[in-house]
């Protein structure tokens, strides 16, 4: 049974997944364009002007100076390059997978949208993790003395967020789940259709013929039915009175 009806209660899940999906299409060209630009460009560093906790400067006499987050914003460099080279390949991944996918949707085709699903939902398990490793180092280690309050409203920010892009992907395994009913309907009728035509199932000695252990009647199997022969002599019409009483 599908988890979804209807997507936002206004429009079916068909509309629903044709516009996630489109979104997601400008979304992993545009995520390949700026992969492909950061991996031209390695020496540029987006992140340059970013402003590094004082807990992660190399003269600093903070526990967390060596942590992996610190060490991750000291070389910011090299892992944005790390990072542009996987995301180029999970977005080309993605992409291909949406283009299937809008394939199978708009052909009422279940198989094509199972791909995109998987994808999908790697993805926002990627984003979960990465959500909570934020949240663990706001409260945790509070870079920059951040306050509780901060670090919480963030934390909501990203529930929220997250809560959404899981609210998208279960329209995608909605539509799924209906297109898999409706061929299963269709398979069930084609059966129910061709059993009577069945000649394995239709011999008589096939203990699955549904007639298998009746009684026999003296024409079943043996011979034909009998042929009507008209008379010689039929009588005219002229020649029937049907005020004649019968003898």
Not at 33 to 59: H, Q, R, T
Not at 128 to 133: N, S, T, Y
Not at 147 to 166: E, G, H, Q, R, W
């Amino acid at each position: 049974m599908a988890v979804m009806k209807t997507f936002c209660g206004c429009c079916s899940t068909k509309t629903g997944v044709l516009t996630i999906l489109g979104f997601n299409l400008l979304m992993y060209a545009g995520g390949i364009i700026l992969s492909a630009f950061k991996l031209a460009y390695p020496d540029d560093v987006w992140v340059g002007d970013m402003e590094v906790p004082k807990e992660c400067y190399k003269n600093s006499t903070s526990e967390f100076k060596d942590s992996w987050w610190c060490t991750s914003l000291n070389d910011a460099g090299t892992v944005e390059n790390d990072v542009a080279i996987g995301k180029l390949v999970f977005d080309v991944v993605l992409l291909i997978f949406s283009i299937i996918a809008i394939y199978g949707t708009t052909s009422d085709k279940s198989c094509p949208i199972l791909p995109a699903i998987i994808g999908e939902f790697v993805l926002w398990m990627t984003e979960f993790l990465i959500a909570v490793a934020v949240v663990l180092i706001l409260t945790v280690y509070q870079p920059g003395d951040i306050d509780m309050t901060t670090s919480v409203s963030i934390a909501l920010l990203l529930a929220i967020v997250l809560v959404f892009l899981l609210y998208l992907w279960l329209c995608l395994v909605s539509h799924f789940q209906i297109l898999r009913e409706i061929e299963g309907l269709g398979k069930d009728e084609v059966k129910v259709m061709q059993y009577p035509y069945d000649k394995e199932k239709g011999d008589p000695m096939d203990p699955l013929d549904p007639h298998y252990g009746d009684i026999p009647t003296d024409r079943t199997g043996i011979s034909p039915p009998p042929e009507y022969s008209p008379p010689d002599d039929p009588p005219e019409i002229e020649d029937i009175h049907l005020d004649a009483k019968l003898e």
